[in-house]
Protein backbone atom coordinates (compact mmCIF):
# COMPACT_ATOMS: atom_id res chain seq x y z
CA UNK A 1 0.00 0.00 0.00
CA UNK A 2 2.62 2.79 0.72
CA UNK A 3 4.32 1.67 -2.68
CA UNK A 4 1.60 2.27 -3.66
CA UNK A 5 1.28 5.42 -2.51
CA UNK A 6 4.58 6.85 -3.16
CA UNK A 7 3.77 5.67 -6.84
CA UNK A 8 0.85 8.03 -7.32
CA UNK A 9 2.27 10.38 -5.62
CA UNK A 10 5.08 10.68 -8.16
CA UNK A 11 2.32 10.34 -11.31
CA UNK A 12 0.62 13.63 -9.79
CA UNK A 13 3.66 15.50 -9.98
CA UNK A 14 4.75 14.56 -12.61
CA UNK A 15 1.28 16.12 -13.99
CA UNK A 16 2.00 19.31 -12.30
CA UNK A 17 4.97 19.88 -14.14
CA UNK A 18 3.91 19.46 -17.80
CA UNK A 19 4.01 22.93 -19.34
CA UNK A 20 1.13 24.64 -20.49
CA UNK A 21 0.47 25.49 -24.00
CA UNK A 22 1.99 28.92 -25.35
CA UNK A 23 -0.33 31.23 -26.39
CA UNK A 24 -0.56 31.28 -30.10
CA UNK A 25 -0.79 35.37 -32.07
CA UNK A 26 -0.99 35.34 -35.46
CA UNK A 27 -0.41 38.52 -36.80
CA UNK A 28 -1.87 39.30 -40.42
CA UNK A 29 0.07 42.47 -41.77
CA UNK A 30 3.31 44.21 -41.25
CA UNK A 31 2.87 47.85 -41.44
CA UNK A 32 2.85 50.27 -38.17
CA UNK A 33 -0.34 48.67 -36.40
CA UNK A 34 0.78 45.00 -37.13
CA UNK A 35 4.88 45.56 -36.38
CA UNK A 36 4.20 48.06 -33.34
CA UNK A 37 2.03 44.82 -31.46
CA UNK A 38 5.04 42.28 -32.22
CA UNK A 39 7.66 44.51 -30.70
CA UNK A 40 5.36 45.11 -27.54
CA UNK A 41 4.89 41.51 -27.26
CA UNK A 42 8.71 40.95 -27.37
CA UNK A 43 9.36 39.83 -23.79
CA UNK A 44 5.87 38.17 -23.24
CA UNK A 45 5.41 34.52 -22.99
CA UNK A 46 3.72 33.98 -26.52
CA UNK A 47 4.30 32.32 -29.69
CA UNK A 48 3.78 34.96 -32.57
CA UNK A 49 3.53 34.48 -36.75
CA UNK A 50 3.79 37.48 -38.68
CA UNK A 51 2.46 37.03 -41.51
CA UNK A 52 2.69 39.39 -44.81
CA UNK A 53 2.67 39.94 -48.09
CA UNK A 54 6.27 41.46 -48.54
CA UNK A 55 9.13 40.80 -46.72
CA UNK A 56 9.65 44.45 -45.53
CA UNK A 57 7.75 47.25 -43.25
CA UNK A 58 6.88 50.24 -45.58
CA UNK A 59 7.02 53.69 -44.11
CA UNK A 60 4.15 54.89 -46.50
CA UNK A 61 3.94 58.53 -45.54
CA UNK A 62 6.98 58.70 -48.01
CA UNK A 63 5.74 56.93 -50.67
CA UNK A 64 4.91 60.07 -52.35
CA UNK A 65 9.43 60.98 -52.76
CA UNK A 66 9.46 57.71 -54.08
CA UNK A 67 7.00 58.64 -56.69
CA UNK A 68 9.09 62.16 -57.38
CA UNK A 69 12.18 60.61 -57.65
CA UNK A 70 13.56 61.75 -53.91
CA UNK A 71 14.15 58.91 -52.46
CA UNK A 72 14.48 55.40 -53.37
CA UNK A 73 11.90 52.57 -51.94
CA UNK A 74 14.94 50.88 -49.78
CA UNK A 75 15.47 54.28 -47.94
CA UNK A 76 11.89 54.03 -46.95
CA UNK A 77 11.70 50.29 -46.45
CA UNK A 78 13.30 47.85 -44.05
CA UNK A 79 13.16 44.00 -44.67
CA UNK A 80 10.67 42.29 -41.72
CA UNK A 81 13.07 39.51 -40.96
CA UNK A 82 15.95 42.19 -40.17
CA UNK A 83 13.86 44.36 -37.61
CA UNK A 84 12.74 41.20 -35.80
CA UNK A 85 15.84 39.09 -35.97
CA UNK A 86 16.44 39.59 -32.37
CA UNK A 87 13.25 38.89 -31.04
CA UNK A 88 12.97 34.81 -30.61
CA UNK A 89 9.54 34.86 -29.94
CA UNK A 90 8.19 35.85 -33.43
CA UNK A 91 8.22 34.14 -36.75
CA UNK A 92 7.88 35.98 -40.02
CA UNK A 93 6.27 34.15 -42.77
CA UNK A 94 5.75 35.57 -46.41
CA UNK A 95 2.42 34.61 -47.46
CA UNK A 96 -0.80 35.38 -48.71
CA UNK A 97 -4.15 35.05 -46.16
CA UNK A 98 -6.88 33.94 -48.22
CA UNK A 99 -9.43 33.11 -45.23
CA UNK A 100 -10.04 32.72 -41.68
CA UNK A 101 -11.60 29.57 -40.18
CA UNK A 102 -13.26 31.34 -37.06
CA UNK A 103 -14.56 28.21 -35.45
CA UNK A 104 -11.40 26.61 -35.69
CA UNK A 105 -9.83 29.52 -35.22
CA UNK A 106 -7.09 28.74 -38.11
CA UNK A 107 -6.29 31.47 -40.89
CA UNK A 108 -5.54 29.56 -44.11
CA UNK A 109 -3.05 30.66 -46.87
CA UNK A 110 -2.45 30.26 -50.41
CA UNK A 111 0.42 27.76 -51.03
CA UNK A 112 1.21 27.00 -47.14
CA UNK A 113 -0.35 24.78 -44.02
CA UNK A 114 -2.88 26.53 -42.10
CA UNK A 115 -2.11 28.57 -39.03
CA UNK A 116 -3.56 28.26 -36.02
CA UNK A 117 -4.16 30.78 -33.61
CA UNK A 118 -5.68 31.86 -29.74
CA UNK A 119 -5.49 35.60 -30.90
CA UNK A 120 -5.63 36.67 -34.29
CA UNK A 121 -4.55 40.46 -35.06
CA UNK A 122 -5.70 41.79 -38.22
CA UNK A 123 -4.19 44.72 -39.79
CA UNK A 124 -3.62 44.51 -43.57
CA UNK A 125 -4.46 48.49 -44.05
CA UNK A 126 -6.32 50.04 -47.39
CA UNK A 127 -5.98 50.25 -51.15
CA UNK A 128 -7.26 52.47 -53.96
CA UNK A 129 -11.35 53.56 -54.48
CA UNK A 130 -12.48 54.51 -57.75
CA UNK A 131 -15.91 54.71 -56.31
CA UNK A 132 -17.49 52.36 -58.30
CA UNK A 133 -15.01 53.23 -61.57
CA UNK A 134 -12.68 50.91 -61.46
CA UNK A 135 -11.64 51.21 -64.95
CA UNK A 136 -9.82 54.38 -63.98
CA UNK A 137 -7.13 51.56 -62.49
CA UNK A 138 -4.86 50.94 -65.40
CA UNK A 139 -4.72 55.04 -66.36
CA UNK A 140 -4.52 57.27 -62.91
CA UNK A 141 -2.82 55.28 -60.57
CA UNK A 142 -2.65 55.60 -57.16
CA UNK A 143 0.05 55.23 -54.15
CA UNK A 144 -0.38 52.74 -51.21
CA UNK A 145 2.58 50.35 -52.42
CA UNK A 146 6.07 50.53 -53.71
CA UNK A 147 5.05 49.01 -57.37
CA UNK A 148 2.58 51.98 -57.13
CA UNK A 149 4.90 54.92 -56.42
CA UNK A 150 7.40 53.25 -59.01
CA UNK A 151 5.01 53.04 -61.96
CA UNK A 152 4.38 56.79 -60.98
CA UNK A 153 7.57 57.39 -60.91
CA UNK A 154 7.88 56.28 -64.57
CA UNK A 155 5.19 57.93 -66.08
CA UNK A 156 5.87 61.18 -65.03
CA UNK A 157 9.59 60.90 -65.71
CA UNK A 158 8.52 58.98 -69.05
CA UNK A 159 5.92 61.75 -69.90
CA UNK A 160 8.78 64.75 -69.98
CA UNK A 161 10.81 62.26 -72.38
CA UNK A 162 7.72 62.12 -74.55
CA UNK A 163 7.16 65.64 -75.02
CA UNK A 164 10.85 66.39 -75.33
CA UNK A 165 11.02 64.19 -79.02
CA UNK A 166 7.11 65.22 -79.86
CA UNK A 167 6.45 68.21 -82.27
CA UNK A 168 3.04 68.71 -82.01
CA UNK A 169 2.15 72.15 -79.62
CA UNK A 170 -1.24 69.95 -78.48
CA UNK A 171 0.50 66.67 -77.60
CA UNK A 172 3.46 68.68 -75.30
CA UNK A 173 0.97 70.19 -73.42
CA UNK A 174 -0.92 67.26 -72.81
CA UNK A 175 2.54 65.18 -72.20
CA UNK A 176 3.17 68.35 -69.54
CA UNK A 177 0.03 68.26 -68.14
CA UNK A 178 -0.36 66.30 -64.54
CA UNK A 179 -3.30 65.57 -62.79
CA UNK A 180 -3.67 64.86 -59.18
CA UNK A 181 -6.97 64.07 -58.04
CA UNK A 182 -7.92 64.35 -54.52
CA UNK A 183 -6.95 67.50 -52.06
CA UNK A 184 -6.08 65.33 -48.72
CA UNK A 185 -2.75 65.19 -47.62
CA UNK A 186 -1.44 62.58 -49.98
CA UNK A 187 -2.86 64.71 -53.29
CA UNK A 188 -1.39 67.96 -51.88
CA UNK A 189 2.18 66.44 -51.43
CA UNK A 190 2.14 64.92 -54.58
CA UNK A 191 1.37 68.23 -56.50
CA UNK A 192 3.95 70.22 -54.90
CA UNK A 193 6.59 67.69 -55.18
CA UNK A 194 5.60 67.49 -59.27
CA UNK A 195 5.42 71.31 -59.23
CA UNK A 196 9.42 71.60 -57.64
CA UNK A 197 10.20 68.95 -59.91
CA UNK A 198 9.09 71.04 -62.54
CA UNK A 199 10.37 74.47 -61.86
CA UNK A 200 13.96 73.55 -60.31
CA UNK A 201 14.78 70.22 -60.81
CA UNK A 202 14.41 69.94 -64.35
CA UNK A 203 14.27 73.27 -65.83
CA UNK A 204 18.11 72.41 -67.25
CA UNK A 205 17.61 69.10 -68.48
CA UNK A 206 16.11 69.66 -71.53
CA UNK A 207 16.78 71.60 -74.86
CA UNK A 208 13.23 71.14 -76.70
CA UNK A 209 10.91 71.54 -73.96
CA UNK A 210 10.45 73.96 -71.22
CA UNK A 211 9.80 71.74 -67.78
CA UNK A 212 9.22 75.02 -65.95
CA UNK A 213 5.97 75.32 -68.62
CA UNK A 214 4.57 72.28 -67.11
CA UNK A 215 0.91 72.20 -65.87
CA UNK A 216 0.27 70.60 -62.74
CA UNK A 217 -3.02 70.60 -61.70
CA UNK A 218 -4.61 69.62 -58.17
CA UNK A 219 -8.60 68.46 -58.07
CA UNK A 220 -10.77 68.36 -54.96
CA UNK A 221 -14.76 67.95 -54.79
CA UNK A 222 -14.59 69.63 -51.29
CA UNK A 223 -14.50 73.29 -51.20
CA UNK A 224 -11.17 73.57 -49.96
CA UNK A 225 -7.85 71.74 -50.12
CA UNK A 226 -6.70 69.61 -46.86
CA UNK A 227 -10.31 69.40 -45.64
CA UNK A 228 -9.32 67.93 -42.07
CA UNK A 229 -7.18 70.68 -41.38
CA UNK A 230 -8.15 73.71 -39.78
CA UNK A 231 -9.33 76.76 -42.89
CA UNK A 232 -6.76 79.02 -42.64
CA UNK A 233 -4.04 76.34 -42.89
CA UNK A 234 -5.72 74.75 -45.72
CA UNK A 235 -5.38 78.32 -47.40
CA UNK A 236 -1.77 78.54 -46.02
CA UNK A 237 -1.40 75.20 -48.44
CA UNK A 238 -3.02 76.69 -51.65
CA UNK A 239 -0.86 79.59 -51.55
CA UNK A 240 2.37 77.70 -51.13
CA UNK A 241 1.47 75.51 -54.02
CA UNK A 242 0.67 78.18 -56.03
CA UNK A 243 4.03 79.09 -55.88
CA UNK A 244 4.80 76.43 -57.23
CA UNK A 245 3.03 76.58 -60.16
CA UNK A 246 0.02 74.06 -59.12
CA UNK A 247 -3.16 75.38 -59.93
CA UNK A 248 -5.57 74.23 -57.27
CA UNK A 249 -9.57 73.77 -58.16
CA UNK A 250 -11.83 73.12 -55.43
CA UNK A 251 -15.79 71.92 -55.76
CA UNK A 252 -14.17 69.83 -59.04
CA UNK A 253 -15.29 66.16 -59.69
CA UNK A 254 -13.92 64.04 -61.91
CA UNK A 255 -16.17 62.14 -64.87
CA UNK A 256 -14.31 60.47 -66.47
CA UNK A 257 -10.31 59.29 -67.76
CA UNK A 258 -9.68 57.56 -70.30
CA UNK A 259 -5.82 58.04 -70.80
CA UNK A 260 -5.12 60.68 -73.08
CA UNK A 261 -7.02 63.73 -71.02
CA UNK A 262 -9.45 63.67 -67.57
CA UNK A 263 -13.05 65.65 -67.84
CA UNK A 264 -14.29 67.52 -64.99
CA UNK A 265 -17.66 68.74 -63.44
CA UNK A 266 -17.55 71.96 -61.40
CA UNK A 267 -20.14 73.24 -58.84
CA UNK A 268 -22.30 74.72 -61.87
CA UNK A 269 -22.54 71.58 -63.73
CA UNK A 270 -19.98 72.92 -66.29
CA UNK A 271 -17.83 70.45 -67.91
CA UNK A 272 -14.41 70.04 -69.18
CA UNK A 273 -12.20 68.03 -70.90
CA UNK A 274 -8.55 68.42 -70.31
CA UNK A 275 -5.54 66.67 -72.36
CA UNK A 276 -3.92 65.04 -69.65
CA UNK A 277 -1.11 61.80 -70.33
CA UNK A 278 -0.42 61.96 -66.95
CA UNK A 279 -3.25 61.20 -64.10
CA UNK A 280 -2.68 59.97 -60.32
CA UNK A 281 -5.46 59.22 -58.09
CA UNK A 282 -5.60 60.12 -54.51
CA UNK A 283 -8.90 60.69 -53.84
CA UNK A 284 -10.13 57.92 -51.77
CA UNK A 285 -9.48 54.24 -50.04
CA UNK A 286 -11.04 51.09 -49.88
CA UNK A 287 -10.12 48.64 -46.92
CA UNK A 288 -8.35 45.13 -47.55
CA UNK A 289 -11.16 42.26 -48.77
CA UNK A 290 -9.99 40.20 -45.46
CA UNK A 291 -12.81 43.28 -44.04
CA UNK A 292 -15.26 41.19 -46.42
CA UNK A 293 -14.04 38.00 -45.04
CA UNK A 294 -14.66 38.40 -41.45
CA UNK A 295 -18.00 39.65 -41.93
CA UNK A 296 -19.21 36.76 -43.66
CA UNK A 297 -17.11 34.78 -41.22
CA UNK A 298 -17.26 36.24 -37.89
CA UNK A 299 -20.86 38.38 -38.86
CA UNK A 300 -18.64 41.59 -38.91
CA UNK A 301 -20.12 45.12 -39.62
CA UNK A 302 -18.64 47.12 -42.17
CA UNK A 303 -18.73 50.82 -43.31
CA UNK A 304 -19.28 52.20 -47.16
CA UNK A 305 -15.50 51.72 -47.12
CA UNK A 306 -15.18 48.38 -46.18
CA UNK A 307 -13.95 49.12 -42.86
CA UNK A 308 -14.74 46.81 -39.97
CA UNK A 309 -16.55 48.26 -37.10
CA UNK A 310 -14.59 47.30 -33.53
CA UNK A 311 -15.91 47.53 -30.11
CA UNK A 312 -13.72 49.91 -27.60
CA UNK A 313 -10.70 47.12 -27.10
CA UNK A 314 -10.19 47.26 -30.94
CA UNK A 315 -11.76 42.87 -31.25
CA UNK A 316 -15.21 41.87 -32.47
CA UNK A 317 -18.00 42.13 -31.53
CA UNK A 318 -18.93 38.09 -30.54
CA UNK A 319 -15.24 36.93 -31.17
CA UNK A 320 -12.80 38.62 -28.69
CA UNK A 321 -9.83 36.47 -29.91
CA UNK A 322 -10.14 38.16 -33.20
CA UNK A 323 -8.83 42.39 -33.34
CA UNK A 324 -8.52 44.71 -35.86
CA UNK A 325 -6.29 47.53 -36.09
CA UNK A 326 -4.90 50.30 -38.35
CA UNK A 327 -6.57 51.13 -41.66
CA UNK A 328 -9.06 47.88 -41.77
CA UNK A 329 -10.62 49.48 -38.49
CA UNK A 330 -13.93 51.73 -38.24
CA UNK A 331 -13.05 52.80 -34.29
CA UNK A 332 -15.56 56.27 -33.37
CA UNK A 333 -16.14 54.79 -29.77
CA UNK A 334 -16.74 58.52 -27.76
CA UNK A 335 -15.76 60.00 -31.43
CA UNK A 336 -17.94 62.29 -33.35
CA UNK A 337 -16.17 60.61 -36.44
CA UNK A 338 -14.26 57.62 -37.29
CA UNK A 339 -10.67 57.53 -36.37
CA UNK A 340 -8.61 58.19 -39.58
CA UNK A 341 -6.33 55.85 -41.63
CA UNK A 342 -3.07 57.50 -40.41
CA UNK A 343 0.14 56.22 -39.42
CA UNK A 344 -0.19 57.56 -35.48
CA UNK A 345 -3.41 55.64 -35.12
CA UNK A 346 -2.02 52.94 -36.17
CA UNK A 347 0.88 52.72 -33.97
CA UNK A 348 -0.90 53.45 -31.25
CA UNK A 349 -3.23 50.51 -31.82
CA UNK A 350 -0.37 48.18 -32.38
CA UNK A 351 0.82 49.31 -28.92
CA UNK A 352 -2.99 49.03 -26.89
CA UNK A 353 -3.15 45.81 -28.49
CA UNK A 354 -0.35 44.34 -27.35
CA UNK A 355 -0.64 45.78 -23.16
CA UNK A 356 -4.41 44.03 -24.14
CA UNK A 357 -2.86 40.85 -25.17
CA UNK A 358 -0.77 40.57 -21.97
CA UNK A 359 -3.84 41.57 -19.58
CA UNK A 360 -5.53 38.94 -20.93
CA UNK A 361 -2.73 36.27 -20.38
CA UNK A 362 -2.61 37.82 -16.96
CA UNK A 363 -5.94 37.52 -16.32
CA UNK A 364 -6.79 41.13 -16.61
CA UNK A 365 -8.97 43.47 -17.66
CA UNK A 366 -8.30 46.08 -19.77
CA UNK A 367 -9.24 49.73 -20.35
CA UNK A 368 -10.73 50.58 -24.33
CA UNK A 369 -8.40 52.18 -26.54
CA UNK A 370 -8.03 55.86 -26.31
CA UNK A 371 -6.51 58.03 -29.22
CA UNK A 372 -3.89 60.69 -28.06
CA UNK A 373 -4.11 62.93 -31.03
CA UNK A 374 -1.07 64.83 -31.47
CA UNK A 375 -1.82 67.09 -34.84
CA UNK A 376 -1.39 66.38 -38.01
CA UNK A 377 0.80 67.72 -40.83
CA UNK A 378 1.47 67.87 -44.60
CA UNK A 379 4.28 69.34 -46.54
CA UNK A 380 3.81 70.81 -49.46
CA UNK A 381 7.21 71.28 -51.08
CA UNK A 382 10.62 73.08 -50.33
CA UNK A 383 10.73 74.58 -46.53
CA UNK A 384 6.39 74.72 -46.82
CA UNK A 385 4.23 72.32 -44.79
CA UNK A 386 1.41 72.91 -42.29
CA UNK A 387 1.00 71.72 -38.82
CA UNK A 388 -1.93 71.61 -36.79
CA UNK A 389 -1.38 70.14 -33.26
CA UNK A 390 -4.64 71.70 -31.81
CA UNK A 391 -3.79 75.40 -30.23
CA UNK A 392 -0.55 75.13 -31.79
CA UNK A 393 -1.02 76.02 -35.70
CA UNK A 394 1.82 77.53 -37.93
CA UNK A 395 3.22 76.73 -41.68
CA UNK A 396 6.11 77.94 -43.36
CA UNK A 397 10.15 76.79 -42.69
CA UNK A 398 9.21 75.69 -38.99
CA UNK A 399 6.33 73.25 -39.65
CA UNK A 400 8.77 71.55 -42.21
CA UNK A 401 11.69 71.21 -39.84
CA UNK A 402 8.76 69.98 -37.70
CA UNK A 403 7.48 67.50 -40.67
CA UNK A 404 11.29 66.42 -41.59
CA UNK A 405 12.17 65.52 -37.62
CA UNK A 406 9.18 64.02 -36.89
CA UNK A 407 8.94 61.77 -40.03
CA UNK A 408 12.59 60.80 -39.33
CA UNK A 409 11.56 59.64 -36.11
CA UNK A 410 9.32 57.20 -37.51
CA UNK A 411 11.25 55.69 -40.05
CA UNK A 412 12.30 51.91 -38.82
CA UNK A 413 16.55 51.59 -38.52
CA UNK A 414 19.49 54.49 -37.90
CA UNK A 415 20.76 53.88 -41.64
CA UNK A 416 17.03 54.57 -42.99
CA UNK A 417 17.40 57.97 -40.75
CA UNK A 418 21.05 59.28 -41.86
CA UNK A 419 20.54 58.12 -45.42
CA UNK A 420 17.09 60.22 -45.65
CA UNK A 421 18.29 63.15 -43.77
CA UNK A 422 21.16 63.57 -46.05
CA UNK A 423 19.42 63.15 -49.38
CA UNK A 424 16.92 65.79 -47.85
CA UNK A 425 19.51 68.37 -46.90
CA UNK A 426 21.04 68.01 -50.82
CA UNK A 427 17.71 68.26 -52.22
CA UNK A 428 17.12 71.66 -50.56
CA UNK A 429 20.47 73.11 -50.81
CA UNK A 430 20.81 72.05 -55.00
CA UNK A 431 16.35 71.19 -55.78
CA UNK A 432 17.98 67.95 -56.86
CA UNK A 433 16.28 64.71 -57.23
CA UNK A 434 18.54 62.19 -57.46
CA UNK A 435 16.72 58.67 -58.30
CA UNK A 436 15.30 60.13 -61.69
CA UNK A 437 15.22 56.44 -63.40
CA UNK A 438 13.07 54.98 -65.60
CA UNK A 439 12.43 51.47 -65.25
CA UNK A 440 10.35 49.40 -67.41
CA UNK A 441 9.10 52.63 -69.78
CA UNK A 442 7.56 52.19 -72.73
CA UNK A 443 6.61 53.85 -76.18
CA UNK A 444 3.58 56.28 -76.12
CA UNK A 445 0.65 54.47 -77.97
CA UNK A 446 0.43 56.65 -80.73
CA UNK A 447 3.73 56.13 -81.29
CA UNK A 448 3.43 52.38 -81.38
CA UNK A 449 0.56 53.01 -83.66
CA UNK A 450 2.52 55.18 -86.16
CA UNK A 451 5.36 52.67 -86.00
CA UNK A 452 2.62 50.28 -86.90
CA UNK A 453 1.37 52.12 -90.07
CA UNK A 454 4.94 52.86 -91.21
CA UNK A 455 5.71 48.93 -91.70
CA UNK A 456 2.53 48.35 -93.04
CA UNK A 457 3.04 50.72 -95.69
CA UNK A 458 6.62 49.99 -96.63
CA UNK A 459 5.82 46.18 -96.36
CA UNK A 460 6.83 44.62 -100.11
CA UNK A 461 3.08 44.11 -102.29
Same mark, same amino acid.
Given at each position: ????????????????????????????????????????????????????????????????????????????????????????? !???? $??? @?? %?????? /? +? &? *?? #????????????????????????????? !???? $??? @?? %?????? /? +? &? *?? #????????????????????????????? !??????????????? /? +????????????????????????????????????????????????????????????????????????????????????????????????????????????????????????????????????????????????????????????????????????RDRGSMATIGRAAAVVDMGRLRFG????????????????????????????????YVTYNRRVRLIVGASAPPESNAAN??????????
Amino acid at each position: MRAQIKLTAAVNTSALDTPAPVHRVVVVGGGFAGLNLVKGLARASVEITLIDRRNFHLFQPLLYQVATAGLSPADIAAPLRQILRRQKN !VQVL $LGD @VV %DIDVVG /R +R &V *LL #ADQPPRAYDTLVIATGASHSYFGNDQWAS !VAPG $LKT @VE %DALAIR /R +R &V *LS #AYEFAERATDPDQIAAWLTFVVVGGGPTG !VELAGALGEMAQYTL /R +RDFRHIKPESTRVLLVEGLDRILPTFPEDLSQQAQTALTRLGVTVRTQTLVTQIDGESVTVQDREKQSERIPARTVIWAAGVQASPLGKCLEERASAKLDRSGRVMVQPDLSLAHHPEILVLGDLAHFAHNRERPLPGVAPVAMQQGTYAANLVRARLAGQGAAPFAYRDRGSMATIGRAAAVVDMGRLRFGGLPAWLAWLFIHLMYLVGFANRLLVLMQWAWNYVTYNRRVRLIVGASAPPESNAANSAELRSAAPK
